[in-house]
T-cell receptor, first 114, second 115 residues
Framework: KAGVTQTPRYLIKTRGQQVTLSCSPI?????VSWYQQTPGQGLQFLFE???????NKGNFPGRFSGRQFSNSRSEMNVSTLELGDSALYLC?????????????FGEGSWLTVV | KNQVEQSPQSLIILEGKNCTLQ??????????LRWYKQDTGRGPVSLTI?????NTKSNGRYTATLDADTKQSSLHITASQLSDSASYIC??????????????FGKGTHLIIQP
């Protein structure tokens, strides 16, 4: 059974640009969550999608957005990039129950903003 | 406010030794607690998940304990190996609230195993 797949793994962008990250969840999983991880801050929740609908949202500015497709694949977009957006962006999938199931993380997308 | 505090922040031990990592939480109402291992530059991988009624759960050389009364959990690593060098993250799930997704993450313990 394939795990959570994130692309690209590494990317470098310039301030002011935008970026789109992609995530394919485990087959059969309908919930996809996105997290930002920076040194010293731990994982910060961005948003969660379930069956193409945003179910929860963290405390991030509107420059961070996402969507989910009918096949459960998800994308997140960051517009007008800032230096502080440099981080590891992790995608996680689970079958649906927000409290009971194990969360499976992808390997992450390393974003560097210069 | 729901919080998860992990200690120590970092730890260095010699290969073959045992160690214990701590996690204290104030998440309420409690649903479950998970420990994850995250190798540098990789995504976190689940080690254990424990509900309110479980005191101990093992996964190979990893043993997690939970005291729901004192709201404390520990992760004990036996006979450490070089491959155990990683960050260990404690994640507590609330039935409602917590983070916006019901989860509250600790900042992790960075463990280094020296040969």
């Amino acid at each position: 059974k394939a795990g959570v797949t994130q692309t690209p793994r590494y990317l470098i962008k310039t301030r002011g640009q935008q970026v789109t990250l992609s995530c394919s969840p485990i087959s059969g999983h309908r919930s996809v969550s996105w997290y930002q991880q920076t040194p010293g801050q731990g994982l910060q929740f961005l948003f969660e999608y379930f069956s193409e609908t945003q179910r929860n949202k963290g405390n991030f500015p509107g420059r961070f957005s996402g969507r989910q497709f009918s096949n459960s694949r998800s994308e997140m977009n960051v517009s007008t990039l800032e230096l502080g957006d440099s981080a590891l962006y992790l995608c996680a999938s689970r079958s649906g129950d927000p409290t009971g199931n194990t969360i499976y993380f992808g390997e992450g997308s390393w974003l560097t903003v210069v | 406010k729901n919080q998860v505090e992990q200690s120590p922040q970092s730890l260095i031990i010699l290969e073959g030794k045992n160690c214990t990592l701590q996690c204290n939480y104030t998440v309420s109402p409690f649903s479950n607690l998970r420990w994850y291992k995250q190798d540098t530059g990789r995504g976190p991988v689940s080690l254990t998940i424990m509900t309110f009624s479980e005191n101990t759960k093992s996964n190979g050389r990893y043993t997690a304990t939970l005291d729901a009364d004192t709201k404390q959990s520990s992760l004990h690593i036996t006979a450490s190996q070089l491959s155990d060098s990683a960050s260990y993250i404690c994640v507590v799930s609330a039935r409602t609230g917590g983070g916006a997704d019901g989860l509250t993450f600790g900042k992790g313990t960075h463990l280094i195993i020296q040969p």
